[in-house]
């Protein structure tokens, strides 16, 4: 099974378009901002995302951040998103990490999360990161258990609703 993580860009299509309509706009406490789009408009939000990593055009308030595609066999099953910092805000305020991922619902429960994870946690190290910190929700049990498999360890609650987990990076 090869898998590839792939940073968007605009040229990318039908198969990316149609995995990302099946993962809801806010799911287990990630967002999808192109859930819903017309082909269209996720076009255009292609182009905005990758303006975004590069700090061009960002909502005021907003830190760069990179989106990627996952890919098992040349087919794209999930994707993520890493922050390329954090703020008091997004951790204090928000309970927001440094980075989220999501797998289209017809891929779930393959082990493509886990894999998708740990290809996450590479591009952490290639931004800098010597730890990142995490904010999955507690009914999430899924997703817990690979950030604690990854090295995870709950440090904190966050509004009763969200684990607060930690991970060092080697």
């Not at 149609?18 to 406490?29: A, P, R, T, Y």
């Not at 794209?76 to 989220?100: D, F, W």
Request: hydrophobic share 35%; with cysteine; aromatic share 12%.
């Amino acid at each position: 099974m090869k898998t590839e993580l792939k940073q968007i860009n605009a040229n990318m299509a039908e198969p990316e378009y149609e995995m990302l309509q099946n993962i809801l706009d806010i799911e287990n406490g990630f967002t999808n901002p192109a859930y819903g789009l017309s082909y269209e408009q996720f076009k255009k939000w292609l182009r905005d995302t990758v303006n975004h990593s590069k700090g061009i055009d960002l909502p005021e308030g907003w830190i760069p951040y990179t989106t990627y595609i996952f890919y098992v066999s040349d087919i794209p099953v999930g994707y993520g998103r890493i922050r390329h910092s954090s703020s008091e805000y997004l951790e204090t305020v928000i309970g927001a990490g440094n980075l989220g991922y999501g797998i289209s619902k017809k891929f779930r429960g393959k082990g493509y999360g886990s894999i998708l994870f740990k290809e996450l946690l590479k591009k952490c190290k290639e931004f800098g990161y010597t730890e990142i910190k995490l904010f999955p929700l507690k009914s999430n049990e899924a997703t817990v258990k690979i950030m604690i498999n990854n090295g995870g360890k709950i440090i904190g609650d966050f509004k009763n609703e969200k684990h607060i987990i930690l991970i060092p990076l080697k």
